[in-house]
């Protein structure tokens, strides 16, 4: 099973066609769909998708034959050859142009100057460049322009400046003259030659040779071997060869198979294939799954086009292999066009192409062909439902993975290790894991992948407390974890924030040897950012010797959900900037991110998402600008996701009018888009344009969520619309959203700011579920309608629940003590607050008690008071205390008051105001 989770789809299919050859009917390696999807959700974000049912499936399939099945888009392009080879061929073809643009740069070293293959065929004189023709990464041009250089040479003269080049040449045709008037003079060692450098064909008495590929070759000398070989097949002549039968049996390019040596395998069964010498199945078999895992297409091609010109092409088991070569080459569209081309097809060839779709996200027609194999009596194999599983399970395809299920009971493979692990998968990643339990409870045999399978069903639902204890189960029958089981267990810790277990699991990694792994260590720095552990986070960052894009964005999360938006913003600045000393981290982070440009790691979507909520979380709105800058040029800006945050950025940043410039312009809105834009009008006070916008809103049928009535709430709210608020309760409870307790603590703030007490509490009293802020909500409601008593009655409710007030609750409840003169219940209380709650007082406490006493007419204490504090007043203490002078008519006590204003916050001219309102009546008494 370790192997199993290890490797890729292969097939084999046994035809019976080998003597001494035993296939297996599948040999199949799964690589695990656990470990997939964990990579998936680490380096970018997820989107939802929707499956049809098979019901709205199964009409298509009854009028759609394989001839008329679409290919996926873009399949052709979506698997290149590796970024080194591209990288390698770029600069081949940039050497061989530069030879062709001056050949008497380059010294020739072919013949009789070339004594190992390892020598460059071309040499320049002064740099140190070289160039081999036999390179894999060749141009395919360049034999032509080699022959077409030698033909237009003038004569006597040397494209190469040698001057024994010319004489050379001119040898070389007389050899092949020579070659061609009797051939049987020549040894033929084009099948048992071991090294380039040897001959193809060598005198039998002079030890001349002559070489198929030789630069100095007259361009009649192919021609005249095909010639020479057709004629050969018609006379049943050859040349003269070493090794008696090579042509027939086939062991020289079955050997070169086995030694890696493709290539040449490659070209003695195209000269096979030229001579008209039948060529073993088992070479092709060879071939092509050699270049298949060289992921060679040119070559897997040329491989195909010998089987077509052999005429076996129709042959089941080579088609099924040739359909792997393609899919595994990256040309979907090739291997769907073979497969079409089948006469017939068997479980394999059906288990491959479905293979293919899947792979390649295609996950909807996967399912299709596979329904198609049914109706054409093929029956699948354990195989093929765990293909099919794969794709139901990447789109959430709940009904069609149940009917699966029912068929695979049918078929015996629920018993199967591998089956049993997948189907687990599919009903954890379709959000069932309650059946996803049922199939891992009913599994006769379960080994590491299927326990990590259902840990990871748990840790993807966000039960990090089931996951864990499946963990201690997991222990209790011997069973050893491997390294994505722990980087599932550090999910499951961070989600519930289980700091202490996943320190212990930090430890079992260690032991392990897990610790140099990047995806593990990727998730401990998720983990103990989401724990709140910043500096052991930053520790596992340090000493990982190898970072991605998702270990970056990791650390940024962490900083961000930490409130660091500073640090988190640091990361990705160009210039150091001061200001910032938020838990002493901004050096650190500094720090991180000039390691990120050393180690050149380009921000993706992820990051980008993060870095904008740092800004909005500080108003960084230039920092800001930049960032979506730089999201132009980088071709993100069409996400829905970063446009939805750019929104919610500008909106924070206090620049409405560029939040609502990026709605406007986005290609793609769904209802976070709204309710981001929504959020952005209600922050800025804007309510009536809030309501207006939501308008639009439903005129193009988007669907409000539990947040947008949240937002619509505090429209209604602030700008006190009674009446649209309950229009919204109304939709709320149709909605069947009433039950949230978010929404009902809004509601109950919303019926308090438009001044229904009546219906606040009602609500209030409604909810099923009431925490610290439902509390504060109507207190605060009462607080406003000066009901201080009232609050007070609430305010001992709360603490009989045994919810504890919190710095909210107490300000609410002092100035409805202080708006309905309970003097002496407002000192009680809040000296009970700093010393029997332990709750450390705030400025709106002290303002608050300023203002319970300047309303009572204690001037004097109120003064007394301020200059007791232990915190430096604000001008909002100051200016309380300077309304009630002007209210009591105290001059002197208000020009103290006024001046502290004044030296606090000197534009404040409703000070002015005040002192002057003093002053005036004052003069009026004198």
């Known amino acids: ?470 963990y201690e189960q997991m222990k209790q029958e011997g069973v050893q974890p491997v390294d994505v089981t722990y980087v599932l267990l550090l999910k499951a810790c961070a989600s519930i924030a289980a700091l202490e277990q996943g320190k212990q699991f930090h430890s079992h990694i260690k032991e392990s040897g897990f610790q140099s792994n990047l995806i593990v260590g990727n998730a401990l720095v998720d983990m103990y950012a989401k724990c709140g552990s910043i500096e052991h986070a930053c520790q596992v960052f340090n000493n990982m010797h190898e970072r991605d894009v998702v270990t970056w964005n990791a650390m940024i999360t962490g900083y961000a959900q930490q409130g660091l938006g500073k640090e988190a913003l640091t990361l990705f600045e160009r210039m150091k900037q001061e200001g910032y000393t938020q838990q002493g981290l901004g050096k650190e982070a500094l720090a991180l991110y000039e390691q990120m440009k050393e180690e050149g790691v380009q921000p993706d979507d992820v990051m980008y998402v993060v870095l904008l909520k740092a800004c909005a979380s500080i108003a960084a709105l230039e920092q800001g600008k930049q960032l979506h800058s730089l999201i132009i040029r980088g071709g993100f800006q069409l996400h829905v996701i970063i446009g939805n945050t750019l929104v919610d950025m500008y909106a924070k940043c206090w620049s409405i009018k560029d939040a609502r410039q990026v709605f406007n312009g986005m290609h793609e809105r769904n209802v976070v888009s709204w309710t981001a834009m929504l959020a952005g009008y209600v922050q800025q006070g804007l309510g009536q344009e809030a309501l207006a916008l939501y308008e639009q809103m439903k005129q193009e049928g988007v669907q409000a969520d539990i947040a947008t009535y949240v937002v619509l709430l505090k429209a209604c709210a602030s700008i006190s619309a009674l009446e649209q608020g309950k229009q919204f309760h109304s939709h709320i409870i149709e909605s069947g959203f009433e039950s949230d307790l978010i929404v009902g603590n809004t509601l109950v703030d919303m019926y308090a700011k438009c001044g229904s007490i009546e219906c606040a509490r009602e609500v209030f009293n409604n909810m099923h579920e009431r925490d610290v802020v439902s509390w504060n909500a109507i207190i605060s409601g009462y607080a406003q309608e000066g009901l201080g008593k009232e609050a007070l009655t609430l305010l001992e409710g709360m603490q009989r629940e045994g919810k504890k007030p919190n710095e909210v609750t107490y300000a609410s409840v002092l100035s409805a003590c202080s708006h309905s003169g309970l003097v002496e219940e407002g000192c009680h209380l809040f000296h009970s607050m700093c010393n029997d709650h332990a709750v450390t007082p705030t400025v709106d406490h002290y303002a608050c008690m300023v203002d319970l006493l300047g309303r009572a007419g204690c001037l004097a204490d109120a003064e007394d008071f301020i200059n007791k504090m232990p915190i430096q007043p604000d001008a909002v203490v100051w200016k309380t205390l300077l309304g009630a002078a002007r209210n009591r008519g105290h001059v002197e006590i208000g020009r103290h008051a006024f001046d502290q204003v004044m030296r606090l916050e000197p534009e404040n001219t409703g000070a002015y105001v005040l002192l002057s309102n003093i002053l005036s009546n004052s003069w009026q008494e004198v």
């Open 1 to 470: 099973m370790a192997a199993a989770a290890a490797g890729g789809i292969s097939f084999c299919c046994n035809q019976n066609r080998l003597p001494g050859h035993h296939h297996h009917h599948h040999s199949v390696l799964l690589r695990h769909p656990l470990t997939i999807t964990l990579i998936a959700n680490e380096c970018a974000i997820s989107s939802s998708s929707t499956s049809p049912t098979f019901t709205a499936l199964l009409p298509s399939f009854s009028s759609t034959s394989s001839s008329t099945l679409r290919p996926p888009k873009a399949a052709e392009s979506s698997m290149a050859s590796t970024l080194e080879d591209e990288r390698q061929a770029s600069k081949t073809k940039e050497l061989w142009e530069e030879f062709f643009s001056d050949p008497s740069q380059w010294w020739d070293f072919r013949s009789d100057d070339k004594r190992n293959p390892r020598f460059p065929d071309f040499k320049h004189k002064t740099a140190k460049k070289a160039l081999w023709m036999d390179n894999r990464l060749n141009p395919s041009w360049v034999h032509t322009r080699l022959a077409a250089l030698v033909q237009h040479q003038e004569k006597g003269q040397s494209i190469f400046s040698k001057p024994e080049i010319s004489c050379r040449a001119a040898r070389m045709e007389q050899l092949w003259q020579e070659f061609f008037s009797d051939p049987s003079q020549w040894w033929d060692n084009r099948f048992i030659k071991k090294s380039p450098k040897y001959p193809d064909f060598k005198h039998k008495t002079r030890n001349e040779g002559l070489w198929m590929d030789g630069l100095l070759n007259p361009p009649w000398v192919r021609t005249k071997m095909a010639t020479m070989a057709m004629g050969r097949r018609q006379s049943g002549g050859g040349l003269s060869s070493r090794v008696p039968n090579s042509f027939g049996n086939g062991d020289n390019a079955c050997k070169l198979c086995q030694e890696g040596r493709l290539n040449e395998a490659l070209h003695m069964v195209e000269l096979m294939v030229q001579q008209d010498t039948q060529v073993p199945i088992i070479v092709y078999v060879g071939l092509m799954k050699g270049f298949a895992r060289r992921k060679a297409l040119a070559e897997g091609k040329r491989v195909h086009a010998l089987i077509v010109q052999s005429g076996i092409a129709s042959d089941i088991f080579l088609g099924n292999i040739l359909v792997d070569l393609y899919v595994k080459c990256g040309s979907v569209l090739d291997a769907w066009k073979v497969f079409n081309a089948m006469p017939e097809h068997n479980v394999c060839s059906w288990t491959t192409i479905i293979s293919a779709y899947v792979d390649h996200g295609q996950y909807e027609q996967a399912i299709n062909l596979f329904q198609q194999m049914l109706q054409t009596g093929v029956a699948p194999d354990k195989v093929a439902f765990v293909v099919v599983l794969k794709a139901c399970a990447r789109i959430a395809a709940l009904e069609e993975g149940k009917q699966l299920h029912s068929q695979i009971i049918k078929s015996g493979f629920e018993s199967d290790v591998i089956v049993g692990s997948v189907l687990v998968d599919m009903y954890a990643k379709c959000s069932c894991i309650e059946h996803a339990r049922q199939v891992f409870n009913n599994m006769h045999e379960r080994d590491v992948m299927s326990w990590t399978t259902m840990i990871a069903g748990y840790a993807q639902q966000g039960l990090g407390n089931e996951a864990l204890t499946l």
